[in-house]
């Protein structure tokens, strides 16, 4: 069955039972109602009838019987919203499909102005590759997205990431119960670093006495209240007591306020994080990496991290209770609440403290994993990457970008191997030159985070990627957007240099060779310049373990080929038609020897024959 069959159909079946338990939930409301209103007048009327003992009965019988009605209610609303979230996933995954997108997260927190690909390739943003694969709701979830898709990793580990997303394809119920637990609490995108700091933190140890105080003078205010109210005490020895309450409390007040502020903000979302995780406790499969995130997701004392952070969950929300005034007034300082939760939650953070980073980070793992997993079982004929340990090797056949809808894009294919090594692509305007090196850079980008490319066989190296596109000047710096692109290009020597950048500066050697991508390159200079500046770069980057792609309008460049066999030419064309342009998108072999700049200027109105007169 095809994914977007599979999405409206499910989106149906969850739209359908989300609206049978609205119907239960309603009619639950319903009885409540009627058990409320006959267990008061029962009360009343058997008052009436001075029946104290049976009013007290029928008491009694009317509040176990509305809390478990309670209880009930909330079983059923969590019932039909897990359907309403499950509807929604389903609705997501068949938008995608057409490149359309329900979810608002772009990940441009995570955006770099200076980074190597991100901008010109459109990792992040509206229409993004970030916002196509994200299936993430954790903070944690996200960042680790960002960064797969922001940096390349050794082979090995993007091997374990695509046999984690094979075992982890065929658990679609799994998957879109992950997504739907966390679609529960949406403060759950928040970044718990200043629970992690609470957690890791050295805790600064309260007075041992506390530990019996905290039973012992709230049994003695009590008891002094009881006498006041027998007439056996003075009301101030009440104020007096309450009093030392308030004046023990303010020894841990300083440390109950930082804990407090470190804790709030998440301690909602703890409890949706308990459901998370017990989810994720229950992956299926016996890769590396998911063996290894179900070991991450227990604590030293073997308690599974989901049982720990329900317990956190509740205790933070327990303190917290110290931020109502009237919960103070009423009964935080009789009860000498501050002190009892600090005590359990320095033995929390004692016995789980350090697990918390490793449980939010595996958790983040297997979220990211998953929107790869996404990704994949949503494109069926995209093709797994092959990754090899070769010094440089990018093999692509009928390959097309992915962020098109499928029957808006053409696919074309390649083979580029060996350091040194330059593609200069010609062609006319609109001819699908910009397109084409976004095209592979994407993929190759897909392919490095682990994820499936749009191509029908697609093997490579893994690279680092680099690319000036999409260069502009800047009011604010005061650059034009030529200079700009010299920058760019200025990051681009100091990659390729083993020794010294262009601005002399140390620059060590990258790990994996440099896959560049230039489009249009030096426009914003004069022809001749132009020409001179982009063949010397080409030549100086032959000398490095760098290759690439370069776009231009330059045909001289393409003579290269011809004098020392490290450029390789292919074009895009366009035909004149019936007075219209037609492009076909494909890429062709050699060097352009048609451009459609005339033709356009005839087409808005500018007399090209007057320059012949």
């Known amino acids: 069955m095809p994914p977007e069959t599979t999405f409206l159909e499910r989106q149906q079946e969850f739209n359908q039972q989300e609206q049978a338990a609205q119907g239960r939930y309603n009619q639950l409301a319903f009885w409540r109602l009627i058990w409320f209103v006959g267990a008061v007048g029962g009360v009343w009327l058997l008052a009436r009838l001075d029946e104290q003992l049976a009013a007290a009965g029928v008491l009694v019988v ?128 928040q970044s718990p670093d200043a629970l992690v700091k609470w957690a890791t933190a050295k805790g600064e140890p309260l007075p041992g006495y506390l530990s019996v105080v905290r039973f012992v003078f709230p049994v003695i205010t009590l008891g002094i209240f009881v006498a006041w109210l027998l007439g056996y005490a003075q009301g101030v020895a009440v104020l007096l007591a309450l009093a030392g309450h308030g004046l023990i409390l303010s ?7 930082d804990v407090s502020e470190q804790t709030f903000e998440i301690s909602t979302a703890l409890r949706a994080y308990q459901g998370l995780l017990r989810q994720a406790e229950q992956v299926k499969g016996d890769t590396v990496r998911l063996r290894a995130i179900r070991q ?62 490793l449980w939010f980070e595996a958790l983040g793992e297997l979220e990211a994993l998953n929107s790869l997993t996404g990704f994949s079982y949503a494109h069926p004929s995209y093709a797994t990457p092959d990754i090899v340990d070769d010094k440089f090797a990018l093999e692509i056949t009928a390959a097309a970008h992915p962020l098109l809808a499928e029957n808006n894009s053409i696919a074309n294919s390649l083979i580029l191997r060996g350091a040194g090594q330059t593609v200069l692509i010609t062609g006319s305007n609109m001819s699908g030159k910009s397109t084409f090196l976004r095209t592979v850079g994407t993929n190759v980008v897909l392919a490095l985070a682990g994820g499936v490319v749009r ?35 200025q990051t681009l020597i100091g990659l390729t240099n083993p020794a010294k950048s262009a601005a002399g500066s140390s620059t060590e050697r990258l790990p994996v060779p440099v896959l560049y991508f230039l489009d249009e390159i030096l426009k914003g200079t004069n022809s001749a310049d132009r020409h001179r500046g982009a063949e010397a770069l080409i030549r100086q980057l032959h000398h490095t373990t760098a290759s690439g792609f370069v776009s231009t309008h330059d045909l001289e ?15 895009f064309q366009s035909d004149l038609i019936n007075g219209e342009l037609v492009f076909d998108y494909k890429l062709r072999n050699g060097i352009c020897q048609s451009f459609n700049a005339s033709q356009l200027m005839r087409a808005i109105g500018i007399d090209m024959d007057a320059v012949q007169r």
């Open 62 to 189: 009317g509040l176990i019987g509305f809390m478990i009605l309670l209880k009930k209610h909330q079983t059923i609303r969590q019932e039909r919203d897990m359907y309403h979230q499950l509807a929604f996933v389903n609705q997501d995954e068949a938008a995608r499909l057409k490149r359309q997108y329900l979810r608002p997260e772009t990940g441009e927190q995570f955006v770099n102005p200076t980074h190597f690909y991100a901008g010109d390739l459109d990792v992040f943003g509206k229409h993004s590759l970030f916002r196509l694969l994200n299936r993430t709701h954790t903070y944690e979830g996200q960042k680790r997205l960002a960064s797969w898709l922001k940096a390349p990793t050794a082979p090995d580990s993007i091997r374990l990431r695509q046999e984690a997303v094979a075992e982890l394809k065929p658990q679609l119920e799994w998957r879109q119960q992950l997504e739907a637990l966390a679609y529960a609490e949406p403060t759950i995108s």
């Open 455 to 489: 191509a029908e066989q697609f093997r490579c190296s893994p690279v680092q990627v680099f690319t000036s596109m999409r260069t502009q000047d800047s009011l604010e710096e005061s650059t034009s957007s030529f200079y700009a692109e010299l920058k760019r290009l």
């Open 251 to 257: 020894q841990v007040a300083r440390v109950a306020k």
């Open 557 to 571: 460049l393409g003579q290269l080929t011809d004098a020392d066999g490290f450029v390789r030419n292919y074009h």
């Open 296 to 357: 991450a997701l227990t604590s030293a004392n073997k308690q599974a991290a989901s049982e720990a952070i329900g317990q956190l969950g509740r205790l933070t929300e327990g303190l917290n209770f110290r931020r109502n005034p009237y919960f103070v007034l009423l009964l935080g300082v009789v009860t000498l609440w501050d002190i009892h939760y600090l005590i359990k939650l320095e033995r929390w953070r004692q016995t789980h403290g350090p697990s918390l980073s």
